[in-house]
């Protein structure tokens, strides 16, 4: 850091030249700042500078977990009544707030699914998913459910080509579904899908408006279907339904087609979003929902937003719903790829070692991995590695090289990996130091 500073003496009049201002960058001044949390995580401290920051101050947002019906919208994917049951006991030990368990019309064993989780007393609020007709209706109040989501397409377009639906259909049908609903006893909120694709906002301030006004619905989910509005536009489309509805509770359901959905998210929380729709893993329709394990981390961490999610737990729900939804979870999909922690490259593994000497409990990245239940920080040889890497390994092993060797070793270590595109197992390198050393 420098400050400006008046020469003086022989100095020009009025010159002004730069005078340093030392700091000493230990461990103990970093535990200091509000971006560091000892054996958690270390974030960039741009993230609390007040231009940044002030939106997300004392917020809480509440997920609303979908893996259990969006998610199962993703091609192939099936839950079985029981199947269904260990998901969302999964996600109520965590902590999350509200599950969405299904759409009912879909089949009997959803529906069976659905009574037994009801059955359960789980903390979490459950909740239906249904279209605007009584008969879903009747069906998620047949579950024994108290709590709905019903949703209608919003987009103009699509209603009246796919529907024969003009403005007023649309705006009686949704206001008499969501009154039925209300009428029945159910928490109701409204989802009104393909809304970030309409472009007569007359239509949407009407429709919205009279819903509202007349039928009172607890909520309105505000719903980018195919991930097409970019983030900016989401902040102002909040902003926009905020000024209509100052009265009622915004939500938020997006998919990440145009790899935008979690910055999506950020802009709805800073624009007064109270509830984030998500699934484990990014399940869902096409490319699939925002993530919970992502956001959760995401809002926690990045932006001070609570969400009261057990981040622990987080490992173990996203490796049941893997195995339950039989999709694998890529090696660096963020927060629960199973390879984030595996360090390769000898710039990252000799920083990590140097730190711990140091006596810093954190690794490199963003957060430790017991922060969401990961396993610790593993080095591994590959085609990357370096001499640090490898001088490691030469110790955990017991072994000693010369500095002719270490070089010959890490050079073929490089080699192996490269040619065999994956990493080195044990056995591997002590047969490459037994060569080495040896020779």
Same mark, same amino acid.
């Given at each position: ?119 359960? /007393? !789980?903390?979490?609020?459950?909740? $239906?998913?249904?279209? #605007?007709?009584?008969? =879903?209706? +009747?069906? &998620?109040? *047949? ?41 029945? /006893? !159910?928490?109701?909120?409204?989802? $009104?899908?393909?809304? #970030?694709?309409?472009? =007569?906002? +007359?239509? &949407?301030? *009407? ?42 509770? !915004? ?189």
């Amino acid at each position: 850091m420098y400050g400006l500073a008046t020469s003086k003496g022989g100095s020009v009049p009025g010159r002004m030249e730069f005078e340093e201002a030392r700091h000493v960058y230990d461990i103990e001044r970093l535990k200091r700042q509000p971006n560091y949390r000892e054996g958690k995580w270390w974030m960039s401290p741009l993230n609390s500078v007040d231009a940044v920051a002030a939106p997300f101050r004392g917020r809480s947002v509440v997920l609303h977990d979908v893996t259990l019906r969006d998610g199962e919208q993703t091609v192939g994917v099936a839950y079985s009544a029981d199947e269904r049951v260990a998901i969302a006991e999964a996600l109520d030990e965590i902590g999350v707030p509200r599950i969405e368990v299904g759409l009912p019309p879909v089949s009997a064993e959803v529906r069976e699914g659905m009574r037994r989780i009801e059955a359960r /007393g !789980l903390n979490a609020k459950l909740m $239906g998913f249904a279209r #605007t007709l009584k008969s =879903d209706v +009747d069906m &998620v109040v *047949d579950c024994g459910l108290k709590a709905v989501v019903l949703q209608h397409i919003m987009n103009p377009y699509a209603c009246e080509a796919a529907y024969g639906l003009d403005r007023a259909g649309v705006k009686d049908r949704v206001i008499s579904g969501v009154a039925y609903a209300k009428e029945k /006893g !159910l928490e109701t909120i409204f989802l $009104g899908w393909d809304l #970030t694709r309409v472009d =007569d906002w +007359d239509f &949407v301030q *009407d429709i919205y408006t009279s819903l509202v006004r007349e039928a009172k619905p607890d909520g309105i989910a505000v719903v980018d279907t195919f991930g097409v509005a970019n983030p900016r536009a989401v902040g102002f489309l909040f902003r926009k339904l905020a000024g209509w509805l100052p009265e009622t509770s !915004l939500e938020f359901h997006t998919h990440n087609d145009m790899c935008m959905a979690n910055a999506g998210i950020i802009e709805a929380v800073a624009a007064g979003c109270n509830v984030v729709h998500t699934a484990f893993n990014g399940l869902g329709d096409r490319t699939g929902n925002a993530a919970t394990e992502e956001v959760a981390v995401m809002l926690e961490l990045g932006l001070g937003v609570s969400t009261g999610i057990r981040m622990e737990g987080i490992m173990n729900v996203s490796l049941m719903v893997e195995n339950i939804s039989r999709r694998p979870v890529p090696q660096n999909k963020p927060i629960v790829g199973r390879g984030l922690f595996d360090l390769e490259t000898g710039i990252d593994a000799d920083l990590h070692r140097k730190l711990a000497d140091a006596s810093f409990d954190i690794t490199v990245q963003a957060f430790h991995p017991s922060l969401v239940g990961q396993d610790p920080v593993r080095l591994v040889l590959g085609k990357n590695s370096g001499a640090a890497t490898v001088e490691f390994f030469l110790d955990r092993h017991g072994l000693s090289a010369t500095k002719d060797q270490l070089k010959e070793i890490t050079d073929r270590v490089k080699w192996q990996g490269r040619i065999q595109h994956a990493l080195l197992t044990d056995a591997q390198f002590l047969s490459i130091c037994a060569n080495v050393i040896r020779e």
